[in-house]
T-cell receptor, first 113, second 113 residues
Framework: GAVVSQHPSRVICKSGTSVKIECRSL??????MFWYRQFPKQSLMLMAT?????????EQGVEKDKFLINHASLTLSTLTVTSAHPEDSSFYIC?????????FGQGTRLTVV | AQSVTQLGSHVSVSEGALVLLRCNYS??????LFWYVQYPNQGLQLLLK??????LVKGINGFEAEFKKSETSFHLTKPSAHMSDAAEYFC???????????FGKGTRLHILP
């Protein structure tokens, strides 16, 4: 079946630095990908829709200048958390829905210290 | 716009008893509906999905769900609970290909020995 690969699975960074998370579709092309954030003991909240070749669409309340999304090819979308703060510590998951089923990456656990 | 309501943030059942997790949805288009399971510190695993075919959907690990349009429901059931079923369960809705997936708040299933 189709696979979405997300990297890294875990990352620890210092407050004020930036972190890039990659999401790749391994055996299909994804014109659209989605980025979610999940805080402990909470549900997945959609952050933004990543569109290949155009600007991402952000959900209300998500800072587009802080969470930079780039979808430069049909198989790769990246999420960069800029000037990270401890409150950005969370589980980030990407997804693609190319046909009749959605596929999710393994998730990235970000810890900002 | 789409939304999902999961009734009961915590559900406890005895081992061997029936599992019933409730989900109601709202969608302005024919919905795609999903149930996912998440174990601690792990990503999402698809249990089953409804994509406008059969209204009774069978999934993995003995789970099934029935799409009831008149009730806008997609409840998840399993005849006999097993200890390994203890996890967080998310109901989700989407408009289909390349559309975002909206998650419910989740239901934590506890299995009592």
């Amino acid at each position: 079946g189709a696979v979405v690969s997300q990297h890294p699975s875990r990352v620890i960074c210092k407050s004020g630095t930036s972190v890039k998370i990659e999401c790749r579709s391994l055996d299909f092309q994804a014109t659209t990908m989605f980025w979610y954030r999940q805080f402990p003991k909470q549900s997945l909240m959609l952050m933004a829709t990543s569109n290949e070749g155009s600007k991402a669409t952000y959900e209300q309340g998500v800072e587009k200048d802080k969470f930079l999304i780039n979808h430069a090819s049909l198989t790769l979308s990246t999420l960069t958390v800029t000037s990270a703060h401890p409150e950005d510590s969370s589980f980030y998951i990407c997804s693609a829905f190319p046909v009749a089923e959605a596929f999710f990456g393994q998730g990235t656990r970000l810890t900002v210290v | 716009a789409q939304s999902v309501t999961q009734l009961g943030s915590h559900v406890s059942v005895s081992e061997g008893a029936l599992v019933l997790l409730r989900c109601n949805y709202s969608s302005s288009v024919p919905p795609y509906l999903f149930w996912y399971v998440q174990y601690p510190n792990q990503g999402l695993q698809l249990l089953l999905k409804y994509t406008s075919a059969a209204t009774l959907v069978k999934g993995i690990n003995g789970f099934e769900a029935e799409f009831k349009k008149s009730e806008t429901s997609f409840h998840l059931t399993k005849p006999s609970a097993h200890m390994s079923d203890a996890a967080e369960y998310f109901c989700a809705v989407s408009g289909g290909r390349d559309d975002k997936i909206i998650f419910g708040k989740g239901t934590r299933l506890h299995i009592l020995p």
